[in-house]
């Protein structure tokens, strides 16, 4: 762990072993240098189309405009009312056949800090789900038949089959009698 201050903050792990770094020159944050990284006519552009599959309802239409601007969908894939995928990095996520991203959900490659960017892959396996409002950060593969719960902050790898819970997220146990 690296101490800042008050506040100490795992500096690795999954997720972070799997982000490619950008220091970025300078005394001001990381983020005054996003058009060094992407040409902000192609942000705006994918800002855009990103604002309209936030309110269509129409899933064809979304996957149709998504994969134009490099988002990898597979077939049947369901992206709920202001789900939100990245603005800058789109081309760095893969949503396999069959998965949900829900309501409002968001779908992060990037991230800056004080002194650098990073940015990684983001990867929703086959028939997972991510809940409404939820955040996955960059670096993160949500296994097949995983399920994200509703507002959970996803700041690991969640294994295929394993529902996760919380902020940060982690695994929560079903009981088999939850029926009886």
């Avoid at 795992?10 to 950008?22: A, C, E, I, T, Y």
């Avoid at 995928?85 to 396999?96: A, C, H, K, M, N």
């Avoid at 997972?128 to 950060?137: D, Q, S």
Wanted: proline share 8%.
């Amino acid at each position: 762990m690296i101490t800042s201050g008050p506040l100490s903050v795992p500096v690795s792990g999954q997720r972070h072993d799997d982000l490619d770094r950008h220091p970025t020159p300078g005394p001001r944050n990381s983020l005054f240098s996003w058009p060094d990284a992407k040409h902000p006519l192609r942000v705006m552009l994918n800002y855009a189309v990103i604002l309209v599959c936030r309110v269509s309802p129409s899933l064809r239409l979304k996957n149709r405009l998504l994969r134009r601007l490099g988002v990898t969908v597979g077939t049947g894939v369901a992206w709920g009312l202001e789900s939100t995928p990245d603005v800058f990095w789109p081309e760095l996520i893969t949503v396999r056949d069959d998965a949900i991203v829900g309501y409002d959900a968001t779908l992060l490659c990037h991230e800056f800090l004080q002194t650098e960017y990073r940015t990684g892959e983001v990867v929703v396996g086959e028939r997972a789900m991510i809940g409404a409002g939820a955040v996955v950060l960059p670096g993160v593969t949500v296994g097949a038949d995983a399920q994200v719960a509703a507002n959970s902050l996803v700041a690991d790898d969640v294994p295929p089959g394993t529902t996760v819970a919380g902020v940060p997220a982690e695994p929560i146990e079903r009981g088999d009698d939850a029926d009886s």
